[in-house]
Nanobody
Framework: QVQLVESGGGLVQPGGSLRLSCRVSGFTIILYGMSWYRQAPGKERELVAVHSSITGSTNVLDSVKGRFTVSRDNAKNTVYLQMNSLKPEDTAVYYC?????????WGQGTQVTVSS
């Protein structure tokens, strides 16, 4: 059974940092691109970052360039989203996701709130 479990969200002040984790079970992530999405209240879910399993590179949303990075630990079957210089507009529920066998899988999400 495929499961994605996010953790690491919370309340942080503007300018602060958080690292989100996404632990995957049910298959090994080494061959798969891993994505992070977010959804703010009243808004559509948007793609934040995609990490390639082939090149190791990450493509990110323009509004988070230079602030967010993705890494993975294949031995732990875990993907990370490092978020620096957080802004109030980064407040959202963050989800990790992977497409495998034509099915897109989602975690349950973790809340990130950026507020003073």
């Amino acid at each position: 059974q495929v499961q994605l479990v996010e953790s690491g969200g919370g309340l942080v002040q503007p300018g602060g940092s958080l690292r989100l984790s996404c632990r995957v079970s049910g298959f090994t992530i080494i061959l798969y691109g891993m994505s992070w999405y977010r959804q703010a209240p009243g808004k559509e879910r948007e793609l934040v970052a995609v990490h390639s399993s082939i090149t190791g590179s990450t493509n990110v949303l323009d509004s988070v360039k230079g602030r967010f990075t993705v890494s993975r630990d294949n031995a732990k079957n875990t993907v990370y989203l490092q978020m620096n210089s957080l802004k109030p507009e980064d407040t959202a529920v963050y989800y990790c996701s992977v497409e495998r066998g034509g099915i897109r899988y989602w975690g349950q999400g973790t809340q990130v709130t950026v507020s003073s």
